[in-house]
Structures are given as structure tokens and as C-alpha cells.
């Protein structure tokens, strides 16, 4: 899986995590890229058939014949369409960052992406310092509801544009290091999990403050 590259130390983490990621190495049927941008998570995935989808046209040619390719390309907004459901879903540097992105909608927004992904499929999400400190809490608590196994990763620290080699440093330091990665406040603290496993029976939705909890399902912070 090619390594990509950030201006940004903590992203350069998050793209080491995914580069990395055991769950990303599993084979799927079918993955779903949100809000695929310039299909630069092409890689991640390990599927017979990528659907990408974005509120945007794309901003590349969309890619077509041999592998990686996009086999379906879908122009809508992630809270407005009725997404496709999945093996994989994949969601990384939308919620709670992009300005694009409605933060008052996150929960929504999350909810959506826990109930497109199959039973038995695998959920990558981040969420950003943009949503707030309460919606991240709840939807650690209603991710860990849903899913037999999720790792959880908070980090955020230097989340500032520096010199290209410089983040390639700070990252791999904090890939490293695990103990630099949180800032002091809880803000300021990102979030990114990797769920496997997906529940047949739904538990309870996200505006229920994700009360009950799978008493099976293993969450596990870095």
C-alpha cells in the first residue's frame, strides 16, 4: 500500500495508521469511499467494487479499465443521498474538518455511516476538533454499541501546516511515541476508529446519547 504524505504531522499519523491498518488488508465485496475528493483513498481498498461518492464533481479524471479503478462514481451529499451499503465504508477528513462538511449535523452524519455498513463489514471513520467534545463522546459510545471490535485512536497534536519533511519527522514520531499524539485539550482532539464487525441487530440510535453499550464488543484506545 503506497505511503502518502502531509504538510500536516497529525494527518501524516492518520495516513501512517491507514497505510497500516490490519483491517485494511482484509478483502471486501463492496467498498464505499465518502466524500472520495480526488480518490486519493483509492488505495486503501481492497474490494471487487469501489463506489465512490462526493458532494463535489471530481477533481481528477475518474479512474477506469484495470485496477485500482472507480467502478461507480456518485455526486451527492452525504447527509442528503441514500448511501449504498458496503462491506468496507470509509470516511477520513470530513467530519469535524472540512468546512464543507455541516458540523451541527455530525451525529446525522455518523449515524448514516454505521447503518450503510453490512452486517459483519468494517467502518473507517475520523472526526475532527470542528464537532463537538459531547457529539465525539457519544459516537465513541454508539461505534463501540455496533461493532464487535473497534480500535480506537485519539491523537491531534501538531495539527499545524509545516515544511513537508518536517511533518514526515513529527508524524513518524508520533506514530512512534503513542504518548505525544493527544494535545491538552479535549477540543482539540481527533479521533479516528477502525470498526470491525458490524452488528445484525441495530442497537439504539445516536440521539439516544448511545446509553447501552455491547457488553461483547472490545474497544481499544491508543
Known sequence: MKIRFSELPSK???LFLLASSPELRSTYHTGLDVASNKFNNRGYFNVNNYIAIDIEDPES??????KPSVDKFIHADLLEAAL???????????????????????????????????????????VGPLASVEDRRIFAT????????VRH????????????????ILGTALLL???????????????????????????ESLNLLGRSSNPGSQLRKN
Open 84 to 126: 449504498p451499503s458496503a462491506d468496507l465504508v470509509m470516511c477520513v477528513e470530513t467530519v469535524g474538518i472540512t468546512a464543507l462538511f455541516s458540523h451541527s449535523e455530525t451525529l446525522r452524519a455518523l449515524e448514516s455511516l454505521i447503518n450503510t455498513t453490512n452486517t459483519g463489514g468494517t467502518l473507517v471513520v475520523n
Open 177 to 203: 511515541f503513542p504518548s505525544l499524539r493527544v494535545p491538552n485539550k479535549d477540543q482539540e482532539v481527533w479521533h479516528l476508529f477502525f470498526a470491525k464487525g458490524k452488528l445484525a441487530k441495530p442497537q
Open 153 to 168: 485512536i485519539r491523537y491531534g497534536r501538531w495539527s499545524k501546516s509545516i515544511h513537508p519533511l518536517l511533518s514526515l
Open 12 to 14: 501524516q499519523l492518520c
Open 142 to 149: 454508539s461505534i463501540n454499541s455496533n461493532f464487535t471490535h
Open 61 to 66: 479524471e475518474i479512474p477506469t479499465g484495470p
